[in-house]
Antibody, heavy 118, light 113 residues
């Protein structure tokens, strides 16, 4: 069974940093591209970042480019999102999601909440 | 960025009734490589994470009931549920994968009347 479990969220002050993790199981993690997607309270889904299976290709939404860094450790079956210079508008539920065939997100984690507030 | 617009924010229908929801993209989602549109419909049931129902605008994912029908191409897409069931309650999102950034529609919340 495919499982994606996020962790690392919490309450953080504006301007500070936070690192999210997503541990994958039930599939060969190193064969799949992975994404971070977020949903702010009362808002829709926003794609945040993508990393290819071997980390050769990385893309970001303009809203986080230069502040967030996506990475992965295939030996540990873990996806990361390093978030710096956090803003109140980064407050959201963050999901990791597996990318199937460069077309769609076929499995999502349950999400981890990040709240940026003083 | 490709803007995805779902004009109906919510729908309330009776069981057994036909449901139609639409999604429009700000530019064509046709991929030259296979002449198919890069459009996915996701279903998000209450308390669950989204799951893909329809890929490439009209391809039903394995295990998805055949009452779910995706249609359309280019910029205009439709998700039809031929006969609403109670378990279909949830939010339906369209999403394009033609270009980065990947973008979602705002969602259509489907409820039972």
């Amino acid at each position: 069974e495919v499982q994606l479990v996020e962790s690392g969220g919490g309450l953080v002050q504006p301007g500070r940093s936070l690192k999210l993790s997503c541990v994958a199981s039930g599939f060969t993690f190193s064969n799949y591209g992975m994404n971070w997607i977020r949903q702010a309270p009362g808002k829709g889904l926003e794609w945040v970042a993508y990393i290819s299976s071997g980390s050769s290709y990385i893309y970001y939404a303009e809203t986080v480019k230069g502040r967030f860094t996506i990475s992965r450790d295939n030996a540990k079956n873990t996806l990361y999102l390093q978030m710096t210079s956090l803003r109140s508008e980064d407050t959201a539920l963050y999901y990791c999601a597996r990318y199937y065939g460069a077309t769609f997100f076929d499995y999502w984690g349950q999400g981890v909440m990040v709240t940026v507030s003083s | 960025d490709i803007l995805m617009t779902q004009y109906s924010s919510s729908l309330a229908v009776s069981e057994g009734e036909k449901v139609t929801m639409s999604c429009k993209s700000s530019q064509s989602l046709l991929w030259i490589g296979n002449q198919r549109s890069c459009l996915v419909w996701h279903q998000r049931k209450p308390g669950q994470t989204p799951k893909p129902l329809i890929t490439w605008a009209s391809n039903r994912e394995p295990g998805v009931p055949d009452r779910f029908i995706g249609s359309g191409s280019g910029t205009d897409f439709t998700l039809t549920i031929s006969s609403m069931q109670a378990e279909d309650v949830g939010i339906y999102y369209c999403q394009q994968h033609l270009d980065i950034p990947l973008t979602f529609g705002s969602g259509t919340k489907l409820e039972i009347k």
